[in-house]
């Protein structure tokens, strides 16, 4: 399965990510974020959501 990829202002992105509880860390590639969902426990997926959807906005 791909990674996700967040189009954007990457490196803001990546900062505010990386400096939120818990963090979130991904790779900045052409311009975008992109999150390795494979390293995710299916017991942090609650909190990862909310972190993006704080960070994000909700969809």
């Known amino acids: 399965m791909p990674s ?3 189009a954007g202002k990457a490196q803001c992105l ?3 990510l990386r400096s939120c509880e818990p963090p979130v860390f991904g790779h900045v ?3 975008a974020l992109w ?3 494979r390293t995710v426990l ?3 997926d ?3 959501r ?3 959807e ?3 906005g909700a969809p």
């Open 4 to 6: 996700p990829r967040l």
């Open 14 to 16: 990546t900062h505010r």
């Open 29 to 31: 590639q052409a311009g």
């Open 35 to 37: 999150l390795d969902v």
């Open 42 to 44: 299916p017991e942090e």
């Open 46 to 48: 609650a909190a990862l």
């Open 50 to 52: 909310a972190v993006l």
């Open 54 to 56: 704080r960070e994000l």
